[in-house]
């Protein structure tokens, strides 16, 4: 299963809401969608197959939704504000400059504001869940061999 990286907060543009739509409408999709291959329908009722990579990343946003989580659909090269990208890292705004002075992530200046683009956040956000991982797997590593010492 495909799964979209879901982005939750309001103030990017593109944000679908679990409650933008009702709930037997959201089941029915995704039935519809289990069913097998979907089509489009033209405006003269031609029928068009929905390629595969499209058809996953509707599944896995419709299923995102199903889950309460909101989903947002942007350009791969999207520009946010600094406030966006904070919320997305889930870091504050004061650290978020820290970082870029760090050069830990690019900016585009447009005109006296910077700005970020979209895949160098999630890029940036991917990094510092690695390393959460990374630093997890050795606490839990090291407290399997005091543990063992231990007995």
Known sequence: MMRCSVVATPLVPGTITPDSMPPEQLEELLALLQAGEARLVGPQ????LVPAPLYG???GLLDNLKRGEAVTVLPHDALL???QAAQILNVSR???YRLIEEHAVP???VGSHRR???HDVLQLREQRQQVRRSALDELS???QELQ???V
């Open 57 to 59: 990343l509707l599944k």
């Open 141 to 143: 590593d090291l407290g």
């Open 81 to 83: 504000t600094t406030q």
């Open 107 to 109: 900016v585009v200046q």
């Open 94 to 96: 004061p650290y978020l």
């Open 45 to 48: 009722g031609e029928e068009h």
């Open 148 to 150: 063992v010492e231990a």
């Open 116 to 118: 970020l683009r979209i």
